[in-house]
């Protein structure tokens, strides 16, 4: 018995023990949980309810050279209604005044929005959405209703902003004006200027703290944000919409007129640098045209003729010969090893000189010229490509720069006849804005520039970065070489492959390139890249232009003088009628006083003035584009835009006022 008592009163103390070290471990875990690690559960907990959204910042405006608008961000909004939040006598006493006004804004009944928000009271919604995708103006006075303009504590009122970005001169330009796109991991995907200058245009994002209500639904706790969006910079791009707007429709009517796969015009300040327009057009199959690819920049292709430039240049500078060295042509067809360079011309050009070689541009000329005097040290001739700097990349701030390609003697693509082909362009590649910056170097007297895309960073009145004239190379060749490759150029165009541009406004130099492609796979596959690149005026280079066009119709025409250098002329003269080149006082020099520059608002009121084509737009798209613009707008009639009484493309100026009509 007592044996028996012993044993139970020892199980209740292992009992009781057992319980005290239980306690003692929720005690423990218990302090745990409040004190130690209380912060982590508390915003756990916050985080259920609570939660932090970003606002995105409005990226800048995105002007040309002139301040006209290539680019800026429009608020849209959505505006929705907490039914539940509202006072019973305020609702009851104001609900008709709010349907009256949103059937006057929104065109529905009165008595649709009578029972929408009733329905919505009935049934405890707290996320009504009353109007979607609103611009500014609307926002405004929607706000401003009877029961919302109380605000979201009191009126039910919930904003949801979001910005959308407009281009308003539309397609042209559109591959070089890009974009900029975030997915959902965080990762940006760049595309022209909004791409390259992401970083200033961006701005910094903000933060709004809302509330989890029913249906996983989030309200904004507030009328205030947390953090407040900051603005993204305003970026000054060099591009000039009237040059951009010549260039463009010149490159698609010859497009069209040759039914060409896709093409590509770069006009080059020559001086500076400044690319002034940059239009990519490409064919589809409906036999249209649009910006698909920046081929200017992206795509690296063999030259062809337009390469003879470079190989006369490193001739030159080797003294390997003079402009008035004499090579026999033959009959037009030279054989190397098992392979032959043809010429255009059936039965050649006889004996003439390197000049004239460059005008008719010979083929086997130059390759007979270059195979003599470098097959024994073909490295030199490379060298000399290299040191110009041919085989590097410009190192552009816009995305996807093709790389050149140079096969070097001892590379596994390094054949016999690799030498005599790359004279006259083919083994090798190059971008068409590679080639030019070297054609805009000899029309600078042999100072290479980098082509430049921006000017300026402008925070509001302030300049918050200046880009200039950055120079890849000072000295490309020697001043001698330079006087005579200009004067080969300058005859191309006077007597030579190019004779049929010759203007009657101003003279022009350049060289015209054909070049075979797709020549591996059969002459069923056989296709063309027809180009021309140079400079006006040629006794006063003040800009170069390259034109390239893919796959023309080969029955239409595929040479680089028929299809190519047209386009060249007819930018030459447009830009030329449009503004006629002579010296004038520069802007810069008017605008500077003392330290500073006269305010960017009044400028960009007196030059950002190309106006946008609006029809066809929905209302709530065109306001916030001309309000943008500083214009007034008034409006008659409803549906899309059907009239607009200052036309595209006309310069706004100081006019303040637009008349816009609606069908």
Not at 209 to 216: N, P, R, T
Not at 570 to 595: F, M, N, W
Not at 602 to 619: D, E, F
């Amino acid at each position: 018995m007592e044996t028996t008592i012993k044993n139970i009163s020892n199980r209740s103390y292992l009992v009781a023990g057992c319980l005290l070290l239980f306690a003692g471990f929720v005690l423990f875990n218990l302090f745990k949980i409040q004190v130690v690690e209380g912060d982590k559960y508390r915003e756990i907990a916050r985080k259920r309810v609570f939660k932090d959204f970003v606002i995105p910042a409005n990226r800048g405006n995105l002007y040309d050279a002139n301040y006209n608008l290539l680019a800026t961000s429009v608020p849209k909004y959505n505006i929705r209604f907490d039914a539940v939040t509202v006072k019973k006598e305020t609702f009851q006493k104001e609900i008709q005044n709010l349907a009256k006004a949103m059937s006057k804004e929104f065109g529905k009944s009165t008595s649709y929005y009578s029972k929408l928000f009733n329905k919505a009271r009935a049934n405890k919604n707290r996320y009504l959405l009353i109007c979607r995708n609103v611009g500014y103006s609307r926002y405004m006075r929607v706000k401003n209703f009877p029961i919302l303009k109380l605000g979201a504590n009191k009126g039910g009122l919930i904003i949801e902003q979001r910005t959308v970005r407009e281009h308003p001169i539309g397609k042209i330009a559109e591959r070089t004006v890009g974009y900029e796109r975030q997915d959902e991991k965080g990762y940006y995907t760049r595309v022209g200027l909004e791409g390259a200058y992401g970083p200033y245009l961006r701005g910094k994002a903000g933060k709004r703290l809302k509330q989890k209500i029913s249906k996983g639904q989030w309200k904004p706790v507030s009328d205030n944000n947390e953090v407040e969006p900051q603005d993204g910079y305003d970026v000054v791009s060099a591009i000039d919409v009237n040059v951009q707007d010549i260039a463009h429709h010149a490159l698609l009517e010859q497009l069209e007129k040759f039914e060409a796969h896709h093409g590509c015009v770069v006009v080059m300040e020559t001086k500076t640098g400044d690319i002034k327009a940059i239009s990519n057009l490409a064919r589809t199959s409906k036999g249209k045209y649009y910006e698909r690819l920046n081929y200017a920049v992206g795509e690296s292709h063999e030259p062809g003729s337009t390469f003879k430039l470079m190989s006369m240049v490193a001739l030159l500078e080797d003294k390997a010969i003079d402009s008035s060295y004499v090579v026999d042509t033959e009959n037009g067809r030279v054989k190397f090893y098992d392979r032959t360079v043809y010429d255009s011309h059936w039965g050649g050009y006889g004996k003439i000189t390197a000049a004239k070689a460059f005008e008719l541009s010979s083929n086997t000329a130059f390759a007979k010229i270059v195979n003599k005097h470098y097959k024994s040290n073909p490295k030199k001739l490379l060298n000399r490509f290299y040191n110009m700097g041919l085989n590097k990349p410009l190192g552009l701030p816009i995305k996807g720069e093709g790389d050149p390609k140079f096969p070097y003697p001892g590379d596994k693509d390094w054949y016999g006849t690799t030498l005599p082909w790359m004279a006259f362009g083919y083994g090798i590649s190059l971008t068409p804005l590679q080639t030019l910056t070297f054609y805009n170097a000899i029309a600078n007297n042999g100072e290479m520039v980098k082509p430049q895309f921006i000017k300026q960073v402008r925070a509001w009145d302030a300049v918050e970065e200046q880009f200039g004239k950055e120079v890849i190379n000072p000295a490309l060749c020697s001043k001698e070489t330079v006087g005579m490759v200009k004067t080969m150029m300058e005859n191309v165009v006077e007597r030579g492959t190019a004779k049929n541009i010759k203007s009657k406004y101003m003279p022009f130099a350049g060289k015209t390139g054909t070049c075979q492609k797709n020549y591996g796979k059969g002459k069923k596959h056989l296709q063309y890249i027809s180009s021309f690149v140079g400079y006006f005026p040629a006794d006063a280079p003040k800009y170069s232009c390259i034109v390239v066009v893919h796959e023309p119709k080969k029955e239409l025409g595929f040479y680089g003088n028929v299809v190519a250098a047209p386009v060249f002329k007819k930018i030459a003269e447009k830009i030329y009628r449009a503004t006629p080149i002579v010296d004038q006082v520069s802007l810069a020099s008017v605008e500077k006083s003392g330290a500073d520059y006269t305010n960017f608002y009044t400028l960009s009121q007196k030059y950002k003035t190309i106006m946008p084509n609006v029809k066809g737009m929905t209302l709530m798209d065109v306001l916030p584009l001309l309000e943008n613009l500083g214009l007034d707008v008034k409006v008659s009639g409803e549906g899309k835009v059907k009239e607009q009484s200052i036309p595209q493309g006309e310069k706004i100026g100081n006019r303040k006022h637009i008349s816009i009509i609606l069908s």
